[in-house]
Nanobody, 129 residues
Framework: QVQLAESGGGSVQTGGSLRLSCAAS????????IGWFRQAPGKEREGVAA???????TYADSVKGRVTISKDNARNILFLQMNSLKPEDTATYYC???????????????????????WGQGTMVNVSS
C-alpha cells in the first residue's frame, strides 16, 4: 500500500526558508514521478513542482527561482526547499506520486493534480508579513 507522509511545515516570516519532506512507503521513488501541490484557504489546489524518475523537474512560475524539488531515492524521501518565502506561499502543502513513464524533460509549467493517484495528508506553511 502506497503511503506518503509530509513534514517540515511551520510558520516563518517573509523572506524565510523551509524545507518540506515527504516520506514514502509501499514503493520506491525511483520508479515513480512525484510532485508538490498546495492549497490555500478558499482556493483550488495548485501544482508547485514535480520531478520524474530521471530527475527532470518542472516548477510553477510563481515559485521558480525560490523553490527546489529533489529526492533521495535511497531513503525514499522527497524534498521541497523553499526560500524567500512570501505571504502568498501560505497554504497546506501536499506531496503526490504516480507510477508510469511521465517525463518532465520537455515540459515547463506546474504539475497537474489529475496526473497523480497517491496523496499525502499535507503539512501547513504559514508565512507572515
Amino acid at each position: 500500500q502506497v503511503q506518503l507522509a509530509e513534514s517540515g511545515g511551520g510558520s516563518v516570516q517573509t523572506g524565510g526558508s523551509l524545507r518540506l519532506s515527504c516520506a514514502a512507503s509501499g514503493y520506491t521513488y525511483r520508479d515513480f514521478f512525484i510532485g508538490w501541490f498546495r492549497q490555500a484557504p478558499g482556493k483550488e489546489r495548485e501544482g508547485v513542482a514535480a520531478i520524474d524518475s530521471d530527475e527532470s523537474t518542472t516548477y510553477a512560475d510563481s515559485v521558480k527561482g525560490r523553490v527546489t524539488i529533489s529526492k533521495d531515492n535511497a531513503r525514499n524521501i522527497l524534498f521541497l526547499q523553499m526560500n524567500s518565502l512570501k505571504p502568498e506561499d501560505t497554504a497546506t502543502y501536499y506531496c503526490a506520486s504516480e507510477s508510469g513513464s511521465c517525463t518532465y524533460s520537455d515540459y515547463d509549467g506546474p504539475p497537474m493534480a489529475s496526473d497523480f493517484t497517491y496523496w499525502g495528508q499535507g503539512t501547513m506553511v504559514n508565512v507572515s508579513s
